[in-house]
């Protein structure tokens, strides 16, 4: 019985096993299916438009990566990038990953683009704003829903209530204006800068009818939040590989969207629940409750109230969408209209006059006063002629659309570059210069309608024109009444970068020279205006060894990438640190060291410990208290925070010097690694310069001394050097102490115990010269024969600075080359 049991069992246990065997295989024959099928959709869609991408001009791509390429060696200025291709072909296409992107620049073409239902809906990167906004007039397809929302918000947003919104634009701007006053002494201001916080008040009261914050608290949390989103999304949309939501989910961009987008719909959900609130009780009649002043926000809220017209969701994406479409753009513009009449007087004098003619007093802005600033809103027009508002308006076809020569094919995105548009000879006049009197009725008669496009046009138009035209024209008005404006810079803007003709032609006289005596020597070709930097790039971590297989290979050859005061300043700070008063500094070094030893001995016990690592608190307690007289704090506290923040800055400098691109300061100062540099200079000097204030009190009694004490005393007496010169040179002495020393006792640790043999003579030599456990004195230091022999051998093998940067001024033999 137990024998007949047993085998039932196994045969049960076999069929199981069968049955799962089979419904295993049926599943991943479903899933293959399923991937079989989406493959296929795909390669039939693609192929498509491979082949209709052929008939359209353009750079070659790679492989489901396309053109990406093109954008991430130009991160910052996409602009440049689709201007030089849009000037050679006006009609062009770009493969963005495998998305076929088309450009067009021609009038003929924008208009039937824009007027085509085909082409009626956003491209697919919009749907990368997801979930921060969604479905909104922003990235919501064509259709009845687009149309009523539309429908709801244009007569709130421009229509009746225009007036009391220039209530709030009057008292905030002339609020700003008035804060500016007080700054107006300065050489020069940040005009985008000091407007911000005017734009975030207008916006916190005008579209959400909340107080603002933005000037009396100096508070731009949500306003930051919101445009550091905009940067993720546009560097989302030229990085095909974070088009997959759960691969940008990983990534640290894809962090900080998911982080910023919770904060800000935190931040409208608390303001809707609350009017939501308070019109439901207006509606219910609540005596108690008084209707506030009108905002966008909170007539769209009274009106979805009365006809439950939108839901929470979409409320939220629309209250995003209307800061987007306001603040940085109405702020940009502004900006550069400031710039624009700074740099032409009579253009400034004219709107001047202008403003001066229709108001004589110091009045507001009224609306009946909009229509009279003609000269005003034709230089608007010229500001965002050259500086569009969207440089490009993208949109996707739903099905094939017929251009002048091409064929749109279904599928593709179309990119409407306003920016090349706005600039065709054809239709302007001098199109690179700033002419305000081309918006004049009898010059723009006979100008194609769609060859200026400043709020796009047709279903997808701007709904905020007016609103943001009437703002523009209250920011100029009061900004021209109190100031006069002047530029202090002396060259010329050119589409979207500085460029200085006059330097340009400078650099290229002396480099014209440095590329003909360059090719005398030997070395590895270089790519035009980027020289060999790739060749540092790719090895970023380790250009020491891109230097040394180069220099074995020609032991003189050739990359492409100081006077009396140093004499005196040498002069000066050589005797202090090497001089007499060495037996001082070497009391601390043997304190600290021992210090350092007993805590080491701690961990004598752990299986491995990192030297480099331990060694840096002692280093930094010898620095402070050797170098600046100060109490170490590393090696009780763990403090290492001015060490590090230095380093650090080393760091940043060393990627500075193999990044061309950052040379100029204007442009490092705007990357990450310049705010970082700057704000770590800031914790420097600071420091430096609390240091050094803290000596010269005649109440003090004379320290035991230290480098930076005995400096200033000669300073003190002999006015040898500033205080500036002071706290550089402060600066310097660590960079040239703490890391070398540090760096070389830690390959002299790492080669002794690789070589016993070499350990064992250290060794005797040291018990032969100190039979006790005594402190190191300087007449000891000369003793130290073999010892000193083991530091050259590691200085040799590691040196402390493996390159010694020059500058050459002028030529100079070396052998037979020059």
Same mark, same amino acid.
């Given at each position: 019985?137990?024998?007949?049991?047993?085998?039932?069992?196994?045969?049960?246990?076999?069929?199981?096993?069968?049955?799962?065997?089979?419904?295993?295989?049926?599943?991943?024959l479903l899933?293959?299916?399923?991937?079989?099928?989406?493959?296929y959709?795909?390669?039939i869609?693609?192929?498509?438009?491979i082949k209709?991408?052929?008939?359209?001009?353009?750079?070659?791509?790679?492989?489901?990566?396309g053109?990406?390429?093109?954008?991430?060696?130009?991160?910052?200025d996409a602009?440049?990038?689709?201007?030089?291709?849009?000037?050679?072909?006006?009609?062009?296409?770009?493969?963005?990953?495998?998305q076929?992107?088309?450009?067009?620049?021609?009038?003929?073409?924008?208009?039937?683009?824009?007027?085509s239902?085909?082409?009626?809906?956003?491209?697919f990167v919009?749907k990368?704003?997801?979930?921060?906004?969604?479905?909104s007039?922003?990235?919501?397809?064509?259709?009845?829903?687009?149309?009523?929302?539309?429908k709801?918000?244009?007569?709130?947003i421009?229509?009746?209530?225009?007036?009391?919104?220039m209530?709030v634009?009057?008292?905030q701007?002339?609020?700003?204006?008035?804060?500016?006053?007080k700054?107006?002494?300065?050489?020069?201001i940040?005009?985008y800068?000091?407007?911000?916080?005017?734009?975030?008040?207008i916006?916190y009261?005008?579209l959400?009818?909340?107080?603002?914050?933005?000037?009396d608290q100096?508070?731009?949390f949500i306003?930051?939040?919101i445009?550091?989103s905009?940067?993720?999304f546009?560097?989302?949309?030229i990085?095909?590989?974070?088009?997959?939501?759960f691969?940008?989910?990983f990534?640290?961009s894809?962090k900080?969207w998911?982080?910023?987008?919770k904060?800000?719909?935190?931040f409208?959900?608390?303001?809707?629940?609350?009017k *939501?609130?308070?019109?439901? $009780?207006?509606?219910?009649? @609540?005596p108690? &409750?008084? =209707?506030?002043?009108?905002s966008? +926000?909170?007539?769209?809220?009274?009106?979805?109230v009365?006809?439950?017209?939108?839901n929470?969701?979409?409320?939220?994406?629309e209250?995003?969408t209307?800061?987007i479409?306001?603040?940085?753009?109405v702020?940009?513009?502004?900006?550069?209209?400031?710039l624009?009449?700074?740099?032409?007087?009579?253009?400034?004098?004219?709107? *001047?006059?202008?403003?001066? $003619?229709?108001?004589?007093? @110091?009045?507001? &802005?009224m =609306?009946?006063?909009?229509?009279? +600033?003609k000269?005003?809103?034709?230089?608007?027009k010229?500001?965002?002629?050259l500086?569009?508002i969207?440089?490009?308006?993208l949109?996707?076809a739903?099905?094939?659309?017929?251009?002048?020569k091409?064929?749109?094919?279904?599928?593709?995105?179309?990119?409407?570059?306003?920016f090349?548009?706005?600039?065709?000879?054809?239709?302007?006049d001098e199109?690179?210069s700033?002419?305000?009197?081309?918006?004049?009725?009898?010059?723009?008669?006979d100008?194609?309608?769609?060859?200026?496009?400043?709020?796009?046009?047709?279903p997808?138009?701007?709904?905020?024109s007016?609103?943001?035209?009437?703002?523009?024209k209250i920011m100029?008005?009061h900004?021209?009444?109190?100031?006069?404006?002047?530029?202090?810079?002396?060259?010329?803007?050119?589409?979207?970068?500085?460029y200085?003709?006059?330097?340009?032609?400078?650099?290229?006289?002396?480099?014209s020279?440095?590329?003909?005596?360059?090719?005398?020597?030997?070395?590895p070709p270089?790519?035009?205006?980027?020289?060999?930097i790739?060749?540092?790039l790719?090895?970023?971590n380790d250009?020491?060894?891109?230097?040394?297989?180069?220099?074995r290979?020609?032991p003189?050859?050739?990359l492409w990438?100081?006077?009396?005061?140093?004499?005196?300043?040498?002069?000066?700070?050589?005797p202090?640190?090497?001089?007499?008063?060495?037996v001082n500094?070497?009391?601390?070094?043997?304190?600290?060291?021992r210090?350092s030893?007993?805590?080491?001995?701690?961990k004598?016990?752990?299986?491995?410990i990192?030297i480099?690592d331990?060694?840096?608190?002692?280093?930094?307690?010898?620095?402070?208290e050797?170098?600046?007289?100060?109490?170490g704090?590393?090696q009780?506290?763990g403090?290492l925070?001015?060490?590090h923040?230095?380093?650090?800055?080393?760091?940043?400098y060393y990627?500075?010097?193999?990044?061309?691109?950052?040379?100029p300061?204007?442009?490092f100062?705007?990357?990450?690694?310049?705010?970082?540099?700057?704000?770590?200079?800031?914790i420097?000097q600071?420091?430096?310069?609390?240091?050094t204030?803290?000596?010269?009190?005649?109440?003090?009694?004379?320290?035991?001394?230290?480098?930076?004490?005995?400096?200033i005393?000669?300073?003190?007496k002999t006015n040898a050097?500033?205080?500036?010169e002071?706290i550089?040179?402060?600066?310097?002495?660590f960079?040239?102490?703490?890391?070398?020393t540090?760096?070389?006792y830690s390959f002299?640790?790492?080669m002794?115990?690789m070589?016993?043999?070499?350990?064992?003579k250290?060794r005797?030599?040291v018990?032969?010269?100190?039979?006790?456990?005594r402190?190191?004195m300087?007449?000891?230091?000369?003793?130290l024969?073999?010892?000193?022999?083991?530091?050259?051998?590691?200085?040799r093998?590691?040196?402390i600075?493996?390159f010694?940067?020059r500058?050459?001024?002028d030529d100079?033999?070396?052998g037979?080359?020059?």
């Open positions: 019985m137990l024998l007949q049991l047993n085998f039932l069992m196994s045969e049960i246990l076999s069929i199981n096993y069968s049955i799962t065997q089979c419904l295993v295989s049926f599943v991943i899933c293959g299916l399923y991937c079989w099928k989406i493959s959709k795909l390669w869609k693609y192929s498509k438009l209709a991408g052929k008939s359209f001009p353009g750079p070659r791509g790679i492989p489901l990566l053109n990406v390429f093109e954008f991430l060696l130009n991160r910052n602009l440049t990038v689709m201007a030089e291709l849009g000037r050679k072909y006006p009609t062009n296409r770009l493969w963005l990953g495998p076929l992107v088309i450009n067009i620049s021609l009038p003929k073409d924008i208009e039937v683009v824009i007027k239902g085909k082409t009626a809906n956003k491209a919009y990368f704003m997801e979930p921060g906004v969604k479905n007039l922003i990235n919501r397809d064509a259709g009845p829903l687009l149309r009523a929302h539309r709801l918000l244009i007569p709130i421009n229509g009746e209530y225009l007036e009391s919104y209530q634009m009057n008292e701007v002339r609020r700003s204006v008035n804060i500016l006053a700054k107006a002494d300065l050489k020069e940040d005009i800068d000091e407007t911000e916080y005017c734009m975030a008040d916006a009261e005008l959400y009818g909340i107080p603002g914050v933005g000037q100096g508070d731009l306003p930051h939040t445009i550091n905009l940067d993720i546009y560097h989302r949309v990085s095909p590989w974070l088009h997959p939501t691969l940008f989910n990534s640290k894809g900080i998911s982080a910023n987008t904060v800000a719909q935190n409208f959900q608390k303001i809707i629940i609350e *939501r609130k308070l019109y439901e $009780a207006l509606a219910r009649g @609540d108690n &409750v008084k =209707k506030p002043k009108p966008i +926000l909170d007539l769209l809220i009274e009106h979805v009365e006809t439950n017209a939108m929470e969701e979409e409320i939220i994406s209250a995003a209307l800061f479409g306001f603040y940085e753009t702020l940009g513009i502004y900006s550069f209209m400031i624009m009449l700074a740099m032409h007087p009579e253009q400034q004098k004219k709107v *001047r006059e202008e403003v001066m $003619a229709v108001f004589e007093t @110091d009045r507001d &802005v =609306k009946e006063d909009l229509g009279k +600033l000269h005003t809103e034709m230089v608007i010229e500001v965002i002629r500086f569009p969207g440089p490009f308006l949109r996707e739903t099905d094939d659309l017929k251009l002048d091409y064929t749109l094919p279904k599928g593709a995105t179309v990119i409407i570059m306003p090349l548009a706005h600039r065709l000879e054809e239709y302007w199109p690179n700033f002419i305000p009197e081309r918006f004049l009725p009898e010059n723009s008669k100008r194609h309608p769609f060859a200026f496009i400043p709020f796009s046009g047709g997808r138009s701007c709904p905020g007016k609103f943001g035209m009437a703002c523009l100029i008005v900004f021209i009444r109190k100031y006069q404006l002047k530029c202090l810079v002396s060259f010329v803007i050119l589409l979207c970068g500085l200085c003709w006059k330097i340009s032609y400078k650099l290229w006289i002396k480099y020279k440095l590329i003909k005596a360059g090719k005398s020597f030997p070395g270089g790519i035009p205006l980027l020289g060999n790739f060749e540092f790719m090895n970023k250009a020491l060894t891109v230097m040394t297989e180069l220099g290979k020609y003189t050859n050739r990438l100081a006077g009396p005061l140093l004499r005196a300043h040498r002069k000066l700070l050589t202090i640190i090497s001089g007499e008063y060495l500094y070497m009391q601390v070094m043997n304190e600290q060291v210090r030893i007993n805590i080491l001995a701690k004598a016990d752990l299986k491995e990192d480099y331990e060694t840096e608190y002692c280093m930094a307690d010898i620095a402070y050797t170098l600046y007289g100060i109490p704090v590393a009780e506290q403090d925070f001015i060490p923040t230095i380093i650090n800055s080393l760091d940043i990627n500075r010097a193999i990044s061309p691109w950052l040379y300061t204007f442009l100062n705007l990357t990450k690694s310049g705010k970082i540099w700057s704000a770590n200079t800031k420097g600071d420091f430096y310069q609390k240091v204030l803290a000596r010269g009190d005649p109440d003090v009694k004379k320290p035991k001394p230290s480098i930076l004490d005995l400096l005393e000669n300073v003190v050097i500033t205080d500036e002071i550089s040179e402060a600066a310097t002495l960079i040239g102490f703490y890391d070398t540090l760096g070389i002299m640790t790492l002794l115990a070589h016993p043999e070499q350990q064992k250290v005797e030599e018990m032969t010269v100190f039979e006790t456990d402190d190191v300087e007449q000891d230091l000369g003793k024969k073999y010892t000193e022999m083991v530091i050259k051998e590691v200085i093998l590691f040196p600075g493996p010694l940067p500058e050459v001024t100079l033999k070396l037979s080359i020059n």
